[in-house]
């Protein structure tokens, strides 16, 4: 999986840097993609930690950051990068592993929609309600698998 996830990170950070180095000239495009490759090995590491949600949540935050400055990935109609190696990584750190339920941003972040449609999934019943308040993130993670098989 570690692996998988480097890849992604070096294909995707590496285009990231690439269109904002072309600007500095054809050099430094090339050197600026090789350093993201170079990078996405660690940065996998870092975000597949299960022993410290802080610093994959870290990780995870800085690298949503640079791949989507204004958005996220259902703001650019990639929904399904959710269901890539790199995101289901990043969706399950956007909750703690160790925790029951998760806000409704939350489970909207790790799902690639609004929260609105999460709403809409509770009062369906496609979602679990936590008693608490927010969603079960449990059924988001089982939400991600199932969409996930279909692809």
Known sequence: MIDEVAQQ???ELGAAAHRVAVLAGPDEAIEWEQRMADRA???A???CQVDDDEVAADAVAAI???LWPHGDPEDVGEADWWRTPL???CA???GRSDA???TFSVAAAMLGVHKGTVSQLV???KLDRHPDGGVLRASVLQRIAQRGQTT
Do not use: F, Q
């Open 9 to 11: 990170l070096a294909d």
């Open 123 to 125: 009062d369906r019943g």
């Open 100 to 102: 029951e339920s998760v």
């Open 45 to 47: 590491l870092e975000i």
């Open 92 to 94: 399950r750190s956007l």
């Open 64 to 66: 949503m950051a640079a």
């Open 87 to 89: 995101g289901r990584v």
């Open 41 to 43: 090995t660690s940065l």
